[in-house]
């Protein structure tokens, strides 16, 4: 699907609970092609981003290495001899330990073509070693799993953050988008609604977290989660203990509660 001159998007066929649609790839640019996000391992979408390329493809760029994200890139890379580019993978099952970048971006490192350049953002939170990408001409930012479309994003200890989250989403605030492109999900077409939204969504359930020691003083995960995320389905109730659990650890870290053989308390 073509999104903007010289954008397109292509959905990876890995849809579900966690990913919902599918994985967006997206390729850009008509002479020379860069592509962010190239998915999973499939072969069936690896030949589908091959024959949707409207001319070679010469970069391949990883927002993060989650399995969903990142393991057709040397594989695509092996094929088409496009150079990788992206941070290398953290320890950690969920993380494509394939992944080795060509060259490892920093944030506001800049990939430039005569078509377009994107700036990378460091933006640590849903996992360390995530970037967000610019495009410098459109004011759009590709924002990988930082920012979905239908769902908020779960935060996983210990390589995901709820502060550095947090911290991230205000830090793309200050480049003032025109609209973001999620890594799961359409086009997001109010970017400063949409990340207010979400930060004010957190603090809420953070409120929450508090309100539930607060009144359960010495409860574990298991407990807290059924009150703090009463508003979500009890069948995704242990994935929202990742999430919680995040918070638990920012509001530790600022000494506001404690954990004591794994029971939750005020400080």
Known sequence: MQLAPGVQRLLAPNPGMMTGPGTNTYLLGEKEIAVIDPGPAIDSHIAMIQKVASAPIRWIIVTH???DHSPAAYPL?????????GKSPPNGSNQDQTFSPNRHLNNGDTIETEEFT???????GHASNHLCYLHEKLQWIFTGDHVMNGSTVVINPPDGNMQDYLNSLKKLKTFQPKKLAPGHGDLLKAPQTTLDWIITH??????????AIRTMSGSSLSILVKKVYDDVDAQLHPIAE????AHLIKLDIEGLVQTRNGLWHLK
């Open 77 to 85: 890379a092996e094929a088409t001899g496009a150079e990788l580019l």
């Open 65 to 67: 290495t989650h399995l």
């Open 118 to 124: 994107l700036t990378a953002i460091h933006t640590p």
């Open 202 to 211: 957190r603090l809420k359930r953070e409120k929450k977290v508090m309100d």
């Open 242 to 245: 990742r999430s919680l659990q």
